[in-house]
């Protein structure tokens, strides 16, 4: 949403000759700043108390190398972490809208997944997301993921759209040893842009929220010590299919914090 965005640069731009490129530069980033914590605050509530916060990154910091992505920015809190990314494919970040995207190359054809993840140190731990479809059609399996061992073992909560662009499920389960086993798929709720993920383990239990309503409650022990947590998308192969066009995702406001 951009109805604060707009009047306040409005405000500014007509003052922008009296300022020098860097000042004129610090102020459109500062109100970028505001517009993401009052989105937020519209959206559900806000941010967690700071001083839960492990990580998080509100991808401000403009187009870093599309394959390594740099660090979280520590935007609403946390350290700053290095991003590890494994599976085909690049992300990078879009510096017109301060978001995170995966570009499409052929090997989003693959069935593999593809992973961005950071180590906060904990294993017990709640991660969210925004994820912004832009158009359902054309995104497939994109989500977030938790207690990440390696391409082959974690767990994840995942948005898939058909190959057709007709319908949408809803994905929650796991990667155990290179075999994907859902605990649930569902149709509801509706998919939309700037829906928020969320999930919490803690022990062997992990909780999978939308939009910050329970989704559903899983048991399992195959990933206990993990650390590692982030995002993930994975194709569902098919070379025709629309969700094979990844530039119609991206990512938001991704923290990780103590369970919530």
């Known amino acids: 949403m951009t109805t604060w965005r707009i009047p306040f640069k409005r405000a500014w731009d007509w003052r922008s000759a009296e300022l020098s490129p860097e000042a004129a530069q610090k102020l459109d980033r500062d109100f970028e700043y505001i517009e993401k914590a009052l989105n937020s605050l519209q959206s559900g509530g806000g941010a967690p108390n700071q001083a839960s916060f492990y990580t998080s990154d509100a991808f401000t910091r403009g187009a870093p190398s599309a394959i390594t992505l740099g660090s979280t920015d520590a935007f609403w809190g946390g350290s700053a972490l290095a991003w590890s990314v494994v599976g085909t494919g690049t992300w990078g970040i879009s510096s017109t809208v301060n978001q995170l995207e995966r570009a499409w190359d052929s090997g989003d054809f693959a069935t593999s997944w593809k992973l961005?993840?950071?180590?906060?140190?904990?294993?017990?731990?709640?991660?969210?997301?925004?994820?912004?479809?832009?158009?359902?059609?054309?995104?497939?399996?994109?989500?977030?993921?938790?207690?990440?061992?390696?391409?082959?073992?974690?767990?994840?909560?995942?948005?898939?759209?058909?190959?057709?662009?007709?319908?949408?499920?809803?994905?929650?389960?796991?990667?155990?040893?290179?075999?994907?086993?859902?605990?649930?798929?569902?149709?509801?709720?509706?998919?939309?842009?700037?829906?928020?993920?969320?999930?919490?383990?803690?022990?062997?239990?992990?909780?999978?929220?939308?939009?910050?309503?329970?989704?559903?409650?899983?048991?399992?022990?195959?990933?206990?010590?993990?650390?590692?947590?982030?995002?993930?998308?994975?194709?569902?192969?098919?070379?025709?299919?629309?969700?094979?066009?990844?530039?119609?995702?991206?990512?938001?406001?991704?923290?990780?914090?103590a369970p919530t």
Do not use: E
């Not at 061992?149 to 929650?172: E, M, P, Q």
């Not at 909780?207 to 995002?231: C, M």
């Open 116 to 257: 961005a993840t950071v180590d906060v140190g904990f294993v017990n731990v709640s991660v969210s997301a925004t994820l912004i479809p832009k158009t359902q059609n054309t995104i497939n399996g994109a989500g977030i993921c938790v207690r990440f061992t390696d391409i082959s073992n974690f767990y994840y909560l995942t948005l898939y759209v058909d190959g057709a662009g007709t319908g949408f499920t809803w994905r929650f389960g796991k990667v155990v040893a290179g075999v994907d086993t859902f605990f649930v798929t569902m149709s509801s709720p509706p998919a939309a842009d700037g829906v928020r993920l969320k999930l919490t383990v803690v022990g062997s239990t992990i909780t999978a929220y939308i939009n910050d309503i329970p989704f559903y409650v899983a048991t399992d022990t195959n990933h206990s010590v993990q650390t590692k947590h982030g995002l993930c998308h994975k194709n569902d192969g098919s070379a025709g299919a629309a969700g094979t066009h990844l530039l119609g995702v991206r990512w938001d406001d991704f923290w990780v914090t």
